[in-house]
């Protein structure tokens, strides 16, 4: 996060608070995040693409009641991929013309509950989908706003399990083959009851080279232009999804929101223009990038376990049911001793939760100072999307708060699981 310094005897402060204090009056372990650096994101973001295109955060990086007010303060419209998503941003007051509905399997009863209460955009991502969100339009005489989300074809250079443009995989509908401009006709046919805004693309997750998504926008249009030349319609709006990556380790070199504005809206308006097509409004739905730098997660040392000639063994108090990224993407993290300083030489360690397997790994190499003991607190940083969202309760682990840093004060925005709450769905 951006407000983090060294503080009073070598401690870290975020935004003017010692760690030292928000691990006494929170527990250990916990994310802890920094406001501003987050509504500051979310105004880079906002200004970077101006008032003619559209920012949609995308919830599933990390969602709460908090997050989705700083949303609608900072100016974001919001990106939900589920029914608990949906709730969170509608009990949280985001106003429903401000939601985009995302996901390849909505079931009806979802769909149902979007467009009764008014969201602005629902993506299509099957055949089966038209028909299910046209029915629901048609029972509450309604006509909803729709993108058709389009597969690309793109290799986007990522983990395999976060790449989603290239063809053999389950979201979207594919380009190469005609079934997008299929589906484009069958929306059209229900006229009716669903308005066409525009077509939707999202090519992959921690993506830095902006070739893919270069691609992606010519493709998408190059449809638009297809559509215009089979329907006579232009399409109002192109989608070109969230993904782009953040720093996680010094090597990571990530793009700035003005230099990604800038070269999307050149690139759309060049292809706009060869096509003879009026440029159509852009949209975005950044989650990663928002969230993930402003938060980090801090943990207390347990065991400190040298390994003669290999290394040192640090385990700390959560691990992989609050980061499940290091054992699912074999992702790379850094890790700082923060409660201290200290002058002894770096030892190279291994950072490992307290559950039991041994893919349990938070930072697989770094270097701590070899004086580490336990009671130190150590920071692992940029965990602020992916970690909250995706952690579990395994081995009946409580999960984390989060505890939000704003002036100097911390409050916690999700509390902790208890005991009780890991009990409470048990029956008999
Ligand atoms: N839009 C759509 C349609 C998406 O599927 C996603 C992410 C986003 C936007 C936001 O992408 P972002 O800007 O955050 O990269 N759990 C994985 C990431 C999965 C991303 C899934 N979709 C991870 O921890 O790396």
Redesign the pocket.
Known sequence: AANVRRGAEGAVTVAGLDVREVAREFGTPAYVLDEADFRARCRAWREAFGPGADVFY?G??FLSRAVVRWLREEGLNL?V?SPGELATALSAGMPPERIAM?GNNKSVPEIERGVAAGVGRIVLDSFEEIGRVAAAAARHGVRQRVLVRVTVGVEAHTHEF?A?AHEDQKFGLALSDGTAAEAVRRVLAEGAHLELAGLHS?IG??IFDMAGFEVSARRVVGLLSAIRDEHGVELPEIDL????GIAYTPEDDPREPHEIAKALAEIVAKECEAAGLAVPRLAV?????IAGPSAFTLYEVGTVKPLAGLRTYVSVDGGMSDNI?TAL?D?EYSVALVSRASRAAPMLVRVVGRHCESGDIVVRDAYLPADLAPGDLVAVPATG??CRS?ASNYNHTPRPPVIAVAAGAAREIVRRESEEDLLRLDVG
Do not use: F, N, V, W
């Open positions: 995308a599933k990086a990106d991929c995302h976060i989603t999202h997750s921690q999804g969230g993904g782009l739905e950044p989650g990663r990038a990224r993407y992702a999307a992916y995706m």
